[in-house]
Each structure stands twice: as C-alpha cells, then as structure tokens.
C-alpha cells in the first residue's frame, strides 16, 4: 500500500510558477508508474503528466507540454510537478496518483491508477 501526500498548491498570478510535491510513504516508488491529474470545478478529472520508472520518458497532455516538466527523485520517495506560465485555464486541484507498472497507451487513465492522494488546490488568477 502506498500513501501519496500532495503539497505545494496555493494562488499564483497568471504567469507565475508553482512546484508541486507528492510524497510517498509505506512504499517505494521505484517500481510504481506516477501520474499528475487535475480536476478544474464542473469538469471530468484530466491527465497532466505521467512517468513509468526514472529515467524513463515523461508524458504530457498538450495543454501543458512545454510549459509543466514531472520529475521524481527515488532517495526522497517522491515526484514533483514544476509549473511554468501559468494562467487561468490551469486552475484546479492537482493529484498525484500511483499503479504498478501501466503500459504507455494506459498512462493517461485515471482509472487505471489505484493510488490516490487527496490533492492540492491551485488557483492561477489573471
């Protein structure tokens, strides 16, 4: 069983930064697939980012794809989501989210995820 603690949300000003953290406990992540997930308020939950193993490739939805930039550090148990430019669109709370080993066309299901923190609000005002 592994445990993921999401930190790091808060208000930001459209163009502004944020890092986002997901710590695990109860488990190491060296084997788990993580995702980043986001839910805005009236929408479905969305795929930002995902990533099988360290130094394996990063995914991303094209809403973020050279703008957020996932990584994971194995020694803190832990990934992150650094977010550049932001702007209004971006707003919505933010879960990391963990499953054994997905294959590639599986990476951007959020139900195929069996791990989930409780996520954290961000809220980009323009």
């Known amino acids: 069983q592994v445990n993921l603690v999401e930190t790091g949300g808060g208000p930001v000003p459209a163009g502004g930064s944020l890092r986002l953290s997901c710590q695990a406990s109860?488990?190491?992540?060296?084997?788990?697939?993580m995702g980043w997930f986001r839910q805005a308020p009236g929408k479905e939950r969305e795929f930002v980012a995902a990533n099988r193993r360290k130094g394996e490739g990063t995914y991303y939805a094209d809403s973020v794809k050279g703008r957020f930039t996932m990584s994971r550090d194995s020694a803190e148990n832990a990934v992150y989501l650094e977010m550049n430019s932001l702007n209004a669109e971006d707003t919505a709370v933010y879960y990391c989210?963990?499953?054994?080993?997905?294959?590639?066309?599986?990476?951007?299901?959020?139900?195929?995820?069996?791990?989930w923190g409780r996520g954290t609000q961000v809220t980009v005002s323009s």
């Open positions: 109860g488990s190491s992540l060296k084997t788990y697939t």
């Open positions: 989210a963990a499953n054994s080993r997905l294959i590639l066309s599986a990476l951007g299901l959020s139900h195929m995820y069996n791990h």
